[in-house]
């Protein structure tokens, strides 16, 4: 697991598929093995902040990285004394290097001592990165404790009934009944479903004939706000591997015209597998080639144009506790500067009376709030339509929950939604000239 977990660290890919890779790559590891070597992995990731903070304490002899935090952990949680730590940690064939001797003394300190600790500063009680802090309390006030504490939690498991595959949300709760896996209808999006844990749905039948989808709840109603109809001309600006645009396919009904655009081939790949088991037939997927001119010949033509924009991932550190580590401030600037830049490109191709819907899987009002109505604010062409009037009309419409937004935009988080946090924005082009219509 340590090397899991330094390999975490060495690569920008997302956790899960270097802990995938890993032990795809070691098939002698048994079952129950992988089992507990993936539940240290994320285990540590989500204590990482308190692990570190507890390492400092014990002085000279355990150091801030992949070994430390594992031996920090193998004692704080599991109340390990160091000879224990010294079986398991012998230098033999499959197991980790012995413990040298400074190690040891910096593990006695911690011998009998629990996890958590009054001393802790509030950052790292609620496991924050320090930088992250005081944008966190300006979001979220005196929840801030809570919301940050509950985007440590482990995520809810969620799935999306898929219309297009004939699915029903009520036949599909009693297939899934039967096979002894209990499912609920989430409460806003009215066509999730939550599982009580997390469970291979790849063998499931339902999943296989396309029926249903992974997709957390709050991801489902940002595909929904958009509000893509039958017959229009729907561009999905940062497809990724297309968990939106699927949603997007159903709502249209197969009717019309979906393009999928991305900069990276190997995520369109990965959507094209998705969309043919969910029976969709109306979509493109088009890599996003700087220079390319097909992208604007559609200048002005376009009735919805869905922007996911990339993101911090603030919003799924429930599912990505790694990445909460992966940015600083600096990072983030440069990423509110890629947005504000995709926004404008993206609203170029919407036509007279079309939307352009922004969202991010960020609750950072400086990747949110900032890009938006820094946009509004140098355009004419625009304007945010309340978010209660799109609600109603699409999400109420479908027989989905109240709407959570008294304003223009919508915030979703995990301790007041349930769902990971996202925003949304949607933004109606009007029919005079503004300097939006040159980009």
């Not at 003394?105 to 011998?111: F, S």
């Not at 706000?225 to 968990?243: I, M, N």
């Amino acid at each position: 697991m340590i090397e899991v977990l330094e390999a975490i660290g060495a690569t920008e890919r997302p956790a899960d598929r270097v802990l995938d890779r890993y032990l795809k790559d070691r098939r002698y590891i048994g079952s129950g093995d992988r089992g507990m070597i993936a539940n240290r992995v994320w285990a540590v990731q989500r204590r990482r902040a308190r692990l570190d903070w507890w390492i400092h304490k014990a002085g000279k002899g355990l150091q801030r990285n992949a070994r430390g935090r594992v031996l920090a952990d193998v004692v704080l949680i599991d109340g390990a004394d160091v000879a224990r730590i010294a079986e398991l940690f012998d230098g033999s064939r499959h197991a980790p290097d012995a413990v040298t001797r400074d190690e040891s003394d910096a593990l006695r300190r911690l011998v009998g001592r629990s996890l958590d600790h009054p001393d802790m500063p509030p950052p790292v009680q609620a496991e924050c990165p320090n930088w992250l802090w005081p944008r966190m309390q300006a979001v979220f006030g005196d929840d801030v404790d809570l919301a940050v504490r509950t985007l440590g939690e482990e995520a809810s498991f969620d799935l999306r009934i898929n219309p297009l595959a004939g699915a029903d949300r009520p036949a599909v709760i009693a297939e899934l009944a039967v096979a002894s896996v209990p499912a609920e209808p989430t409460p806003l999006s009215p066509l999730g479903l939550r599982l009580d844990r997390r469970r291979p749905v790849d063998r499931m039948p339902a999943f296989k004939d396309g029926r249903i989808e992974v997709q957390d709840e709050g991801s489902q109603i940002a595909a929904a706000l958009v509000g893509a109809q039958p017959g229009q001309l729907v561009v999905d600006y940062c497809a990724g591997a297309g968990g939106k645009s699927l949603a997007l396919a159903a709502d249209m009904a197969n009717k019309g015209r979906l393009l999928l655009f991305d900069v990276s081939k190997s995520r369109l790949d990965r959507a094209a597998v998705r969309l043919r088991r969910g029976g969709v037939n109306n979509a493109e997927r088009r890599p996003l080639v700087e220079g390319d001119k097909s992208v604007k010949r559609l200048a002005g033509k376009v009735d919805r144009v869905l922007v996911d924009a990339p993101c911090t991932g603030t919003g799924t550190w429930r599912r990505n506790p790694d990445a909460k580590w992966r940015y600083d401030a600096d990072a983030l600037a440069e990423i509110t500067k890629v947005q504000r830049t995709i926004l404008e490109r993206a609203a170029a191709l919407v036509k007279p009376g079309g939307r352009l819907v922004y969202v991010t899987c960020s609750v950072l009002t400086d990747e949110n709030e900032q890009v938006v109505d820094g946009f509004l604010a140098e355009t004419t062409s625009f304007k945010a339509l309340p978010m209660a009037e799109v609600w109603a009309a699409t999400v109420g419409a479908s027989g989905g929950g109240a709407c959570p937004a008294d304003g223009a935009y919508l915030r979703l988080s995990p301790h007041r939604h349930g769902t990971d946090g996202f925003f949304v924005a949607v933004l109606e082009r009007g029919y005079s000239p503004g300097s939006v219509d040159s980009a």
